[in-house]
């Protein structure tokens, strides 16, 4: 049997034979050994991508017959929903993998949700990350990152976090026990659901003065100079693991390409990880053609959207014109602007992946937009009214797809996937604060944010300790 072959070839030989660190820079195209611990390239510091001598794995002739793993999920490997694809992201050997069950994850026909966004029945799917261990997409990166640091022995693991990213370390730590987890939050910049989360799993939270932003620069100096394991996206093997979310969406569809894909912008590894999987898959020859991508940015903190549609920064086949981006930063810390939505997952400012998104961007043929709290709350109602609760953060993703039906941008008949990348218990607070019929409540979590209704809010009814009462709102209200 084909995958069997490919799992004793890749048993037999050491992962450096097979994959190493590439510059993203197509004018540098350094190379570094993959047991290298790197975050940017030695030589011009862009950033880098794992890259693979495709001549040394015997890739399947098609998608389909990774189907044939489905037999063996009594080993946890291919149990995993992202090592069961172990195949096209062989940057370690099979039997050094580390697994918590991550990747069993669901894409659901939603046409309900469809109705909300404008579109035609069948046409419109949720991809559920929060079924992963911790709650968010983030296990299928944080499996990845976590390999290549036992690989190369660390003991230690960071990571600044809005708070998904360290409830993804803590957890892996926690069940492993093979190392310790130090992790960054800003001040007041995360949500006790996933805060919670990271202390019960014994990791070590530093809660710095100053936003994301601040706990990422701090978090890379520390992790520099202490030689602790940086597990933040902008650590090439996290993108290896996420690319395994389009592998499952393709999956669900029996292995056909999507017209769209859209999902929410933050620190843009998800859509760097994106469009590096099917740039990979379309070289291989594995899919045909390449679906469009869409990145959807909160307004609060919208600097893709700056940058790509109002100020024109793209790719440009590798040349892009960063001082734009340079320029745009000065602008942030002259009028001390920081990021500030409720959609906490994406509130970043300085995204460390925005070269690779734009790359992605390119090749997916990519839009980006942005949408308001009011608007990311309002798509939040509506797909937990269709059965799957999400984040806020997630719900971006819903509310730009609508956003870009109606600009005509993407068509009813379209096939669209959004992402939704954390469990709606992530952030409790915010629910209940659209839902609640206590005004305060209302305007002291989210009048803040712009947001001055809750048009889809499912209030509680009060009503008297009476059975005459109680039978009464029942017969009213259902």
Not at 217 to 246: C, H, W
Request: net charge neutral; aromatic share 8%; charged share 20%.
């Amino acid at each position: 049997m084909k995958i069997t072959t490919n799992i004793n070839s890749l048993l037999r030989r050491t992962n450096s034979e097979l994959a190493f660190q590439r510059c993203i820079n197509p004018f540098c195209g350094t190379t570094c050994a993959v047991t290298e611990v790197r975050t940017a390239c030695p030589k011009c510091g862009d950033l880098l991508d794992v890259d693979y001598d495709w001549s040394l794995v015997d890739i399947p002739s098609s998608l389909a017959e990774f189907e044939k793993h489905w037999q063996q999920r009594f080993s946890p490997v291919r149990f995993s929903g992202v090592w069961r694809f172990h195949e096209l992201l062989p940057f370690a050997p099979i039997d050094r993998l580390i697994t918590a069950g991550e990747g069993q994850t669901l894409l659901q026909q939603a046409d309900a949700v469809g109705r909300f966004v404008g579109m035609q029945p069948g046409k419109l799917y949720l991809q559920y990350e929060g079924m992963n261990p911790s709650g968010s997409f983030k296990d299928n990166g944080m499996v990845a990152a976590f390999t290549h640091a036992r690989m190369i022995g660390a003991s230690r693991a960071a990571c600044a976090s809005t708070g998904n990213t360290s409830a993804s370390l803590a957890m892996y730590c926690s069940v492993t026990q093979l190392m310790r987890a130090i992790i960054f939050i800003g001040s007041g910049k995360i949500s006790y659901g996933k805060l919670s989360q990271a202390l019960e799993y014994g990791a070590l939270t530093v809660q710095i003065a100053g936003d994301f932003d601040d706990a990422m620069q701090r978090v890379q100096e520390v992790a520099k100079d202490l030689g602790i394991y940086l597990v933040n996206s902008i650590n090439p093997f996290r993108l290896e693991g996420q690319k395994t979310v389009m592998f499952r969406v393709l999956e669900a569809l029996r292995w056909e390409v999507p017209d769209w894909i859209v999902v929410p912008g933050g620190n843009l590894g998800n859509s760097s990880a994106f469009g590096k999987a099917f740039y990979e898959l379309y070289k291989l020859g594995l899919i045909e053609r390449i679906p469009r991508l869409a990145v959807i940015n909160a307004a609060g903190a919208d600097t893709l959207y700056q940058l790509f549609e109002k100020r024109g920064l793209r790719w440009n086949y590798g040349k892009p014109a960063m001082e734009i981006a340079c320029h745009y930063y000065d602008e942030l810390d002259r009028d001390h602007r920081k990021a500030d939505t409720i959609a906490s997952a994406i509130e970043i400012n300085r995204p460390v992946n925005l070269k690779k998104c734009l790359r992605a961007l390119e090749f997916c043929d990519g839009v980006v937009r942005r949408v308001s709290d009011q608007e990311i709350l309002d798509a939040k109602a509506q797909v937990g009214a269709g059965g799957i609760g999400c984040e806020p953060a997630s719900a971006a993703s819903v509310a730009g797809a609508r956003l870009l039906r109606q600009e005509g941008v993407i068509a009813s008949g379209d096939r669209v996937v959004c992402i939704l990348t954390g469990h709606q218990l992530k952030d409790p607070t915010a629910t209940v604060a659209y839902h609640t019929a206590d005004q305060d409540k209302f305007n002291e979590v989210l009048g803040s944010r712009g947001v001055s209704r809750a048009a889809f809010a499912n209030r509680a009814v009060a009503v008297p300790n009476e059975l005459d009462a109680i039978i009464k709102a029942i017969q009213l209200y259902s």
